[in-house]
Structure formats: C-alpha cells, structure tokens
C-alpha cells in the first residue's frame, strides 16, 4: 500500500476518534457508526486488491469526514449547517441532504475504478457504475429504516432525520442520483474532449 493512503487512512482514524468523543447523542452515534467500523476494513482490503488512486481516496476521506461530523451532531442539528439553513431562510438543516448528493458525487470514482477492473468498456463501466450508486442509495434509505426500528424505535426520528419531511428517503436518494449523474455527464464530457484532442 503506497505511503499517500497511509496517510489518509491515519488522517480519518484521528477525525473518527475525536467525532467519538463526547457525541451530542451516543445511541445515535453507534448507529452511525455501525456501518463504518464494517466497511473501514474492507476498504483496505479494495485498496489492495484494486489498487485505487489517491483522488478516490481523497474523495472518500472528505466523505467520511463529513459523516463523522454528521454522526457526532447528528445529522438533524449539525449546529455548524446551521448558518446555511438561516443565510437561505430554510425551515430544516439540509446537511444531511448534502451528504447524500456527495455520496454519489465522491463514491462514484471508487466504485468505477473497481468496475473498471473487470469491465473494460468505459461507458459500460459507467453506466454500472451509475446503477450501483442508485442501488446503494435505494438500500441504504432500507437499511437505516431498519435499523432505527431494531435497534432503538424510540430514536427513529433523531436517527432518520426526517425532521418532519415524509418524503425524506425519497429526496436523499434523488440527490445520491444527481451527484452520481454529474459524474456521468463529467466523464463523457472528458472522453469526449480528449477524443476531439488527438
């Protein structure tokens, strides 16, 4: 493993650590959480076997970070989203909204990069690229539904962040979609001029 992902994986224990320290809701926390200590691991493990660049992992760190920050506030009263919500004059904390669009803007490069290993067509690469973030999405709004109802029913508001929105699941998987479409769209932009270049 190059010394650069080293780095970054010593950069995001030290911002995981200091997020776990004295949590707004602990419960919460955990249940955040749960997935991370799951995947953390895992993820060394698709860096070695795939060898991912340093900009994937640069993505996924600033996601991550996010979601330390999100899971130590909880995502609802992310007190530091807050100046946003009042300088637009919106009536919820849209940080979580935000951690979703970056979820499929940031994971997509990891996620195509693995593709890419064993699909060699790009653009057949992309397009299941594309449908595995959607996927993902889809299953994580399940996931996190489940959860809340197994683990603590009673912190299902908290822990959903719904903040009063019935459609919440919904909008956080439509901007999942919209950041991974952005990829798309930069991706094709980018063959395509390179193309136009030779």
């Known amino acids: 493993m190059l010394k650069s992902h080293k780095i970054l994986y010593m950069i995001y ?3 995981w650590i200091v997020s776990a320290i004295n949590p707004k809701y602990p419960s919460d926390w955990f249940l955040e959480n749960v997935l991370v200590v799951l995947f953390f691991p895992i993820l060394i493990w ?3 076997k795939y060898k991912l660049s340093l900009n994937a992992l640069i ?3 600033v996601f991550a970070s996010l979601h330390s920050l999100g899971a130590h506030f909880t995502y609802a009263k992310m007190e530091y989203f807050d100046v946003i919500t009042k300088f637009f004059g919106f009536e919820r904390n849209h940080f979580d909204r935000l951690v979703h669009f ?10 195509f990069e693995i ?6 067509q790009k653009k057949i690469a992309l397009i299941f690229t594309f449908t595995t973030i959607v996927s993902i999405s889809a ?6 539904w489940a959860a809340a109802i197994y683990f603590h029913p009673d912190l299902g508001m908290a822990f959903l962040g719904i903040q009063g929105d019935v459609w919440d699941a919904h909008k956080d998987t439509l901007l999942a979609v919209i950041g991974a479409f952005l990829n798309v769209i930069s991706y094709l932009f980018f063959w395509y001029f390179k193309k136009k270049s030779k």
């Open 139 to 144: 299953l994580y709004e399940i996931l996190e």
């Open 102 to 111: 970056l979820f499929g803007l940031l994971f997509f490069r990891t996620f």
């Open 13 to 15: 224990i030290v911002i």
């Open 115 to 120: 593709i890419s290993f064993y699909v060699k």
């Open 59 to 61: 993505m996924l760190l």
């Open 46 to 48: 698709i860096d070695k």
